[in-house]
């Protein structure tokens, strides 16, 4: 299976700052990646897909890049409902997750 | 509007098998291009993906527990069942069920249930 490896693990930001998670797949997966936010009690929700592109409904202040191994999911202007845990999962072949960014408040 | 809903017990014990139903509304089972997987997620850990079935029911199973896991689905009924045996404290977790849009050149998670938490006991 392909690892996916998350940087940080967590930190903290206050409202309205612009902050980056990382994430390195162990292998190339072009750009099968996706990137989800988990908030306790709710169903996980998809923020960026294949890379860059943004679900429906989705914010503009949440941006996705990178390529092949390394990705970087952006978001800027943080707001409050945006203290969350996010993953990143490969779909380039049997689905992996990262472990995850808890994102609290400063 | 897409819902996906889990339930199955709340409380297992160790060695017995788990048996959780995935009810799902807003699109079909059989619609080509989606499908439907469970994952999990321990207390204060990672998500997992443990299985997946497609709309022409081809399966597919996590690497690590497939000997345990059979996925299976009810068209008619919209529902995707997930079993588990010989369950351990290991696997106390909150099971999710997940749609998956699966095309060539994209392939996400882009509709979840709520989730429901597993706790397996003696």
């Known amino acids: 299976d392909i690892q996916m490896t998350q940087s940080p693990s967590s930190l903290s930001a206050s409202v309205g700052d612009t902050v980056t998670i990382s994430c390195r797949a162990s292998q190339g997966i072009n750009s099968f990646l996706n990137w989800y936010q988990v908030k306790p009690g709710k169903a996980p929700k998809l923020l960026i897909y294949t890379e860059s592109s943004l679900q429906s409904g989705v914010p503009s202040r949440f941006s996705g890049s990178g390529s092949g191994t390394d990705f970087t999911l952006t978001i800027s202007n943080l707001q409050p409902e945006d203290f969350a845990t996010y993953f990143c999962q490969q779909s380039y072949s049997t689905p992996t997750f990262g472990q995850g960014t808890k994102v609290e408040i400063k | 509007q897409v819902t996906l809903k889990e339930s199955g017990p709340v409380w297992v014990k160790p060695t017995e098998t788990l048996t959780l139903t995935c009810t799902v509304s807003g699109f079909s089972l059989s619609d080509a291009r989606l499908g439907v997987s469970w994952i999990r997620q321990p207390p204060g850990k990672a998500l997992e993906w443990l299985a997946h079935?497609?709309?022409?029911?081809?399966?597919s199973y996590s690497t690590s527990l497939k000997t345990r896991l059979t996925i299976s689905k009810d068209t008619s009924k919209s529902q995707v069942v997930l079993t588990m045996t010989n369950l351990d404290p290991v696997d106390t977790a909150t099971y999710y069920c997940a749609r998956r849009r699966d095309a060539v050149v994209e392939d996400y998670f882009d509709y979840w249930g709520q989730g429901t938490l597993v706790t397996v006991s003696s």
């Open positions: 079935i497609f709309s022409d029911d081809e399966k």
